[in-house]
């Protein structure tokens, strides 16, 4: 009897095995991408590369916590053939730990704009001279603004700091939110940090803070006033609204600037907002041809270290790479190609594209900062409890501690 | 002899079992405690310098202070109320076993569910309600006070583990025989009397079990405080199994919040032994 039931089980089990599809030739590459909203264009440029390559099956894989996947996925040493990664410190630090693959000597990167390929590269490279990740999409980190309330309270759009905070307390005047605020959520506190530390503090503060030459409590005092001063423009309930309540507030009108990247806008579309939608960047200081607009890479595009199908995945990071794929894609994301000549005639991003015409970009800050110290965490605690230099008291122990840990 | 036999087919699986799934990893995360492992890539073996700069770090001593308070507060209050409403669902009251098996529902409800539920409690009905009221001081959501979001924690927390206790009470009730409570009221005790004198004493290894068990399970907190604050507002709610998964997962310190995570297994069975001992030897003595 026992036996009879082993042999049905071994039976059941060989039969499960054998009655898959029918054999399938092809090489099958799994594409591994981070972002949601992107799955459906993603859908569409993976069958336009399958029928131009009938060999090859892509199938895309995607994770809303797309991070951590990809760690857990790296700690077993499974990496997916090819891999799409929001270009932050966790890719500079993957990158540097050695498991991307090296594109220095494909051709096809030529046509990516130098300074975006060096804000992808700044964040960390294997060895000195390798690229490890090749720039997809471009975002920018501003203002987003609601153009009916500009035009209903005759506010013109700020190009220095006292204008801004003038325009803020003309909206407040009137009884109108001045900026929608999502402290819930403590990362969208980075978005007008970076902004804010790209164009107020020393462009060589963080080597000088590697050198133990300066501190965030001598150069970041200008950074988190401003930031304070911002923040407090929010509306009554902004420590409990998350990033999803923002996008849905702002898309019904209900404040008139949010300061959120470039990469909401897709998100805020979504919610059918009844009115235009226009971009600027944030001035920080009081000159306005000074200010510098933080442009960071949205999408890199990278492999594993040894590729197990590397000329398949080549082919499908070349057609990714193409210029008609990466404008189809950034007209669809509202994010700008990385390319020499980027261009978007997206209306909603025409306030920020003269800054990517005349070069005038500057990576993100706090990809400087190793991700073990909690800036955001900080970040959000100084917006509510509004101690200063505690935040830069904590920002300054946290890197030395991380430094002699890494010592 | 076949039956001994026996004896050892039931055991030895689990303890096979144990062995691969739980004390294999506990050896490998020591061995990389000593390592300065981030997850992935290459490493090297660096002796004890995490264990060094573990107790040099003010952020592990903030996690651990947060940890104790909540799980001290969290313990006392989920054992007072479960004993309480144990005592009541052991009377002879109607509706007894239907009212017994709704406080034992919040038990198998996932905690990451009941966290995001009352998220929102926090975040929308309570505000609209104490406005409604006019109470001030909780018209706005009190999880995004630094200094009263724990209470949140702490509330979710025993709303959940109260469900648990009470079985463990209510079956440690019915171990007193009836008789001796009979006695006890010809004697003349009245009912806080026979509590303290006859009912505690006799279900005081009961007691013990409980607040051992609470009292661990709230120093590993972890779910509640995803589902509520994710560790803020800014660093205010970071238990230490929070700070060991993020600094360790997401900070791409896996080596250092390893060692973290050695020393506070070790901090936690120690923790554990003493509150048995003691609670052991009340026992006895009452």
Redesign the interface.
């Known amino acids: 009897m026992k036996r009879t039931a082993l042999v049905l089980t071994a039976v059941l089990l060989l039969s499960a095995c054998g009655s898959g599809e029918p054999a399938d030739d092809r090489v099958k590459l799994e594409f591994f991408q981070f972002k949601p909203e992107a799955i459906e264009t993603f859908d569409r440029i993976i069958e336009r590369f399958e029928a131009a390559h009938p060999g090859i099956d892509v199938t895309q894989n995607h994770s809303p916590v797309a ?2 996947a990809i ?1 857990a996925r ?2 077993k040493n499974d990496i997916p053939d090819v891999i799409a990664l929001n270009g932050n410190g ?1 890719f500079g ?2 990158a540097s ?3 991307f693959y090296d594109f220095a000597a494909m051709p096809g990167a030529a046509g990516v704009s130098p300074p975006i390929q060096r804000i992808l590269d700044d964040l960390g490279v294997y060895r000195r001279g390798e690229r490890n990740g090749l720039p997809f999409s471009s975002n920018a980190s501003g203002v987003i603004y609601n153009k009916d309330l500009f035009r209903r309270h005759g506010v013109e759009v700020p190009t220095t700091w006292s204008q801004l905070v003038a325009a803020a307390e003309t909206f407040r005047g009137a009884g109108v939110d001045p900026f929608y605020v999502t ?2 959520d ?1 990362w969208t506190t980075l978005p007008t940090f970076n902004a804010l530390a790209a164009n107020l503090s020393p462009p060589d503060f963080f080597t000088r803070r590697e050198a133990g030459r300066t501190t965030f409590a001598e150069a970041y005092p200008p950074v988190a006033a401003r930031l304070g001063e911002l923040f407090g423009y929010g509306q009554r ?1 902004r ?2 609204r998350t990033y999803d309540d923002g996008n849905q507030a702002f898309a019904k009108g209900e404040a008139a600037m949010y300061l959120q990247g470039s990469f909401a806008l897709p998100a805020i579309s979504g919610f059918e907002p009844d009115f235009d939608i226009g971009t600027f960047a944030l001035p920080a200081g009081e000159d306005p041809s000074a200010t510098r607009l933080v442009s960071g890479v949205d999408v890199a595009l990278t492999m594993a270290r040894e590729p197990e199908h590397p000329e398949e995945s080549l082919a499908f990071v070349e057609h990714l790479m193409s210029p008609e794929v990466m404008a189809a894609y950034a007209e669809e994301q509202q994010a700008v190609p990385p390319t020499v000549d980027a261009v978007s005639d997206d209306p909603a991003l025409a306030g920020l594209m003269p800054y990517f015409e005349r070069g005038r970009l500057t990576g993100y800050a706090d990809h400087h900062i ?3 110290v ?1 800036l955001e ?2 970040l ?3 917006v ?2 509004g101690d200063q230099a505690g935040l830069l008291r904590r920002l300054d ?2 890197w030395d ?1 991380v430094a ?3 010592s | 002899m076949t039956t001994a036999r026996t004896f050892y087919w039931m055991v030895i699986p689990a303890l096979v079992l144990f062995l691969i799934f739980h004390t294999l990893p506990v050896l490998q995360g020591f061995y990389y405690s000593l390592t300065d492992y981030p997850g992935y890539g290459a490493y090297e073996f660096v002796g004890f310098r995490n264990y060094a700069s573990l107790f040099q770090d003010d952020r592990i001593l903030d996690a651990y202070l947060f940890t104790f308070q909540f799980a001290v507060v969290a313990t006392v209050l989920t054992n007072a109320i479960a004993l309480a409403i144990a005592l009541g669902l052991n009377a002879r009251i109607r509706f007894r076993t239907t009212l017994r098996g709704i406080f034992f529902i919040p038990n198998v409800l996932a905690i990451l569910i009941v966290g995001y539920i009352f998220n929102y409690l926090f975040a929308n009905s309570l505000p609209a309600i104490a406005e409604a009221l006019g109470i001030t001081a909780l018209s706005t959501n009190i999880l995004v006070n630094p200094d009263l979001a724990w209470l949140g924690i702490v509330l979710v927390a025993t709303w959940q583990a109260v469900a648990f206790n009470i079985i463990i009470y209510l079956a440690g009730l019915q171990t007193i025989p009836g008789d001796v409570r009979e006695a006890a009221t010809v004697d003349g005790a009245g009912s806080w009397r026979q509590f303290r004198s006859i009912v505690f004493p006799l279900i005081a290894p009961f007691f013990t079990i409980n607040m051992v068990l609470s009292l661990k399970t709230f120093l590993q907190v972890f779910d509640h405080i995803v589902a509520l604050t994710n560790g803020g507002p800014g660093t205010a709610t970071t238990s230490v199994s929070l700070l060991i998964y993020t600094g360790g997962l997401e900070g791409g310190e896996y080596a250092y919040q390893t060692a973290n995570a050695v020393v506070y297994f070790l901090v936690i069975v120690a923790v554990s032994v003493f509150q048995l001992r003691v609670l052991q030897r009340r026992e006895m003595s009452a």
């Open positions: 991070e951590s760690r790296l700690v966790v630090e993957l730990a050695g498991v402290l819930a403590a309930d420590f409990s190793p991700l073990t909690p965490q900080f959000q605690q100084y509510i409890d122990s946290e501690k002699a840990r890494r």
